[in-house]
């Protein structure tokens, strides 16, 4: 539309022969700011590029409109499970592939190295093997943390004092916050021993 649009010098009485052509060719290329024949400017009316731009530029905004429709359409209409499917065709298998590579290699060199350290006993050499998780989910911190600390802290489920310290150790983990061991294996220590002072006052009100 540009092109089309844009003012072209032409003869003004008649037709020029080719040799005037190329003359004035060379002339203005050369910087020339005259001619020696009669000449104009002509140029198509702009309001037909005027009404050509603007049908352009909403050809454009329609364009942009039915595309962020057709996404939100997309994006409502999908069900977690082909989300999971897609992200299982795309992103978890080059993590999957990627996992592995990496568990052969470094399975690979331990495999290696006790050959070397340990080269009269063949049944040593696969002993030490690596497996990391194939499970790429992203993980809620809070709602991890939450849920160990109703399940252990909770008195749903039976555990040590020593679990119970480790259980603590991975919701500091989870959350961010740091922590010192012996002040945490303290306060769970402290925390068994208050509870268990409370079911002894109970039994004894009871009897």
Not at 180 to 204: F, G, K
């Amino acid at each position: 539309m540009r092109r089309t649009s844009f003012s072209k010098l032409a003869p003004q009485d008649e037709p020029l022969t080719q040799e005037d052509f190329e003359l004035a060719s060379e002339a203005i290329a050369e910087g020339e700011n005259f001619l020696t024949f009669p000449a104009q400017y002509i140029a198509p009316d702009s309001a037909v590029f005027q009404a050509a731009y603007e049908i352009y530029k909403q050809e454009v905004r329609d364009f942009y409109v039915t595309a962020l429709q057709s996404y939100e359409d997309s994006a409502k209409q999908k069900t977690a499970t082909e989300v999971m499917q897609d992200n299982s065709s795309g992103r978890y298998s080059f993590l999957s592939v990627l996992v592995g590579a990496m568990d052969q290699l470094e399975n690979d060199l331990y495999f290696l190295l006790h050959q070397i350290e340990l080269p009269g006993q063949p049944g040593a050499w696969r002993e030490a093997e690596v497996e990391r998780s194939r499970d790429f989910q992203p993980i809620d911190a809070e709602d991890k943390a939450d849920r160990l600390t109703k399940k252990y802290f909770g008195s749903r489920v039976p555990a040590s004092d020593a679990t119970k310290s480790n259980v603590a150790s991975a919701i500091h983990d989870l959350l961010g916050v740091g922590y010192d061991e012996d002040d945490v294996e303290e306060a769970v220590a402290s925390q068994s021993d208050r509870q268990a002072q409370a079911q002894s006052t109970q039994s004894s009100f009871l009897q």
